[in-house]
């Protein structure tokens, strides 16, 4: 059987209630178990908006069944945890195993309006750990703050990595699908509404039999 790109881990950083939060997902199935306003939701957000980053297609704002209060966001907004940066990776080994780290980085602005500045981590050692890439040690203290871009950067060339600022969405998406993690370039409006109704059904149901298998043979079409 021939090898696949698969998503090793979901990472939310800096989400409401989520310093830092990896999340290891299982080569079969991984499910997501705890009580209503535990973050499943919020973790399946996070994936959807590193494997869908533009602001187009990211409506959460009736994803869950829990009851709000008429004063509480519960679109991708509310979600984001206070300050800056916040971020969503997704830890991922390509078929040739490549290890990337794919990055979104959500900056609040005026309620309910979030920005996405696109990025990746390429090439990044097999080994390399996460948490030390990712988090800063502050002196003197065993506390760790989140740093910035420049700063992973930096700390993840000791690891082999190459930290890559992508422009638009349109860039990242030739970046996934080059490193053989898209089966189709989504550069155009109909890829990514095929591509986004898929994920889309991942968080709320009810796909038919027909669309189901138009859309797997449309993104997921068979080896040559």
Known sequence: MKNKSRIQRVILMNWRGMFFQPFELDEGMTIFEGAPGTGKTTIMIAAYVCLMPDLNYLNFQNVTTVTARKDEDKGLFGRLGQGDPVYSLLD??????QRHLLGVQLIKKTYP???????????LQ????????????LADSNQQKIPDLDEIGSKSREFGGELIHFRHAKEYFKFMFDAGITPIRLMEIDERKQYNQLLHTSLYGGLSRSLQSSLRDYLLPEDN
């Open 126 to 137: 097999s080994d390399a750990p996460v948490e030390e890439i990712l988090l800063e040690k």
């Open 113 to 123: 309006q979030v920005t996405l500045k696109h990025f990746a981590i390429a090439n």
């Open 92 to 97: 991922i080994t390509t078929a040739d195993n």
